[in-house]
């Protein structure tokens, strides 16, 4: 009987082969197993009273090692991005902040929304601060995923007066992105290329938006002497 090709390996793949390593490997006899066994990656152990459990094999050994360089690759490459961001938005006279986790109401539901880049203007007129979600995607994989997603993106437009998405060159093109989201293009060569503006509306930040911003640390500043850059009170 002629080989089969070795299975294409997916993300569900890659997924149990890492709960395996972290387990005591016991089978779960379904197809998923079936591919990785054929693949190499696992192997069938007995023990001396006839119990059947699995074992990484070299080879899979190795293709976790490339997953992970590979996955912290694209996440060095994702945080910096992020801190292109937040330092354009201190350059504009904005407060930023990363990685905080908010709440937003969702069509009668409360939901927890992360957003990569979240930042308002450095103004004391509650009026004008102008709350901005910056959502940053470096991989087409992960930026598909997202807008599977549509009640994150829903607590994105509730927490803010813009939302933009902030695109790695060549991964989409513009119209992918759902209005009435903003698109920005991080260029290879530097800066930020506008590809769709955001929809702007006007938006007072609510009490639990402003408990949180209150516990949470603002991104420093590179230049603490620009701090008050561009903080005036009037609108533009």
Same mark, same amino acid.
């Given at each position: 009987?002629?080989?089969?090709?070795?299975?294409?390996?997916?993300?569900?793949?890659?997924?149990?082969?890492?709960?395996?390593?972290?387990?005591?490997?016991?089978?779960?006899?379904?197809?998923?197993?079936?591919?990785?066994?054929?693949? =190499?990656?696992?192997?069938?152990?007995?023990?001396? #009273?006839?119990?059947?459990?699995?074992?990484?094999?070299? *080879?899979?050994?190795?293709?976790?090692?490339?997953?992970?360089?590979?996955?912290?690759? *694209? #996440?060095?490459?994702?945080?910096?991005?992020?801190?292109?961001? $937040?330092?354009?938005?201190?350059?504009?006279?904005?407060?930023?902040?990363?990685?905080?986790?908010? #709440?937003?109401?969702?069509?009668?539901?409360?939901?927890?929304?992360?957003?990569?880049?979240?930042? +308002?203007?450095?103004?004391?007129?509650?009026?004008?601060?102008?709350?901005?979600?910056?959502?940053?995607?470096?991989?087409?994989?992960?930026?598909?995923?997202?807008? #599977?997603?549509? $009640?994150?993106?829903?607590?994105?437009?509730?927490?803010?007066?813009?939302?933009?998405?902030?695109?790695?060159?060549?991964?989409?093109?513009?119209?992918?992105?759902?209005?009435?989201? =903003?698109?920005? +293009?991080?260029?290879?060569?530097? =800066?930020?290329?506008?590809? &769709?503006?955001?929809?702007?509306?006007?938006?007072?930040?609510?009490?639990?938006?402003?408990?949180?911003? *209150? &516990?949470?640390?603002?991104?420093?500043?590179?230049?603490?002497?620009?701090?008050?850059? =561009?903080?005036?009170?009037?609108?533009?």
């Amino acid at each position: 009987m002629a080989a089969l090709p070795p299975p294409t390996l997916r993300t569900p793949h890659h997924r149990r082969l890492r709960e395996i390593y972290r387990s005591a490997g016991w089978p779960c006899h379904d197809m998923l197993e079936v591919e990785l066994l054929a693949a =190499g990656l696992l192997e069938r152990v007995r023990d001396d #009273r006839g119990r059947e459990t699995l074992r990484v094999t070299d *080879a899979g050994i190795q293709v976790l090692a490339q997953t992970l360089q590979k996955n912290r690759a *694209a #996440r060095d490459a994702h945080e910096a991005l992020v801190a292109r961001v $937040a330092a354009e938005m201190q350059r504009a006279g904005r407060i930023a902040w990363r990685g905080l986790s908010l #709440r937003a109401k969702v069509e009668e539901r409360w939901c927890i929304a992360m957003p990569d880049v979240f930042s +308002v203007r450095h103004t004391t007129v509650e009026d004008y601060l102008e709350p901005v979600v910056h959502e940053i995607k470096v991989r087409r994989a992960d930026l598909l995923s997202d807008l #599977r997603h549509e $009640a994150k993106r829903l607590a994105y437009l509730e927490m803010s007066s813009q939302c933009w998405y902030v695109l790695r060159e060549g991964i989409a093109e513009p119209a992918e992105i759902p209005p009435p989201f =903003g698109v920005l +293009v991080a260029l290879e060569a530097g =800066g930020f290329e506008v590809a &769709r503006p955001a929809a702007k509306r006007a938006l007072r930040p609510p009490f639990h938006l402003w408990m949180a911003l *209150a &516990r949470a640390a603002p991104e420093p500043m590179d230049d603490p002497s620009q701090a008050w850059l =561009g903080g005036d009170d009037t609108p533009c």
